[in-house]
């Protein structure tokens, strides 16, 4: 299994970046594709952005494609999401997932069975 612990969320104006990091602990040696998600209140969990094993393999979700870039080091078995140009729209609790394999399959939550208790992200107008 593999466990998971976001940080680096808060408050921020529109216009602003922040970076999340989501550090991985457990069977990290073998190959997980890494995926970020969001929930706002009253709204169900979407999709962000997910990347494979290598670092290659990204999607993104339309809505924060050109703003948002997710990276990985594997060496510090930690994923990243840099958020910039944030607007209202993003704030939501950010969760970082992770699923066995190479190369994202899926970008559907269910098939995210490893997730992160989340961290808030409030974008202020």
């Known amino acids: 299994q593999v466990q998971l612990v976001e940080s680096g969320g808060g408050l921020v104006q529109a216009g602003g970046s922040l970076r999340l990091s989501c550090g991985a602990s457990?069977?990290?040696?073998?190959?997980?594709?890494m995926g970020w998600f969001r929930q706002a209140p009253g709204k169900e969990r979407e999709f962000v952005a997910a990347?494979?094993?290598?670092?290659?393999?990204?999607y993104y979700a339309d809505s924060v494609k050109g703003r948002f870039t997710i990276s990985r080091d594997n060496a510090k078995n930690t994923v990243y999401l840099q958020m910039n140009s944030l607007k209202p729209e993003d704030t939501a609790v950010y969760y970082c997932?992770?699923?066995?394999?190479?190369?994202?399959?899926?970008?559907?939550?269910?098939?995210?069975?490893?997730w992160g208790q989340g961290t808030q992200v409030t974008v202020s107008s």
């Open positions: 990347m494979g094993w290598s670092g290659g393999n990204i």
């Open positions: 997932a992770a699923r066995y394999g190479t190369i994202v399959e899926t970008t559907l939550s269910p098939n995210y069975p490893y």
């Open positions: 457990g069977r990290t040696s073998t190959p997980y594709v």
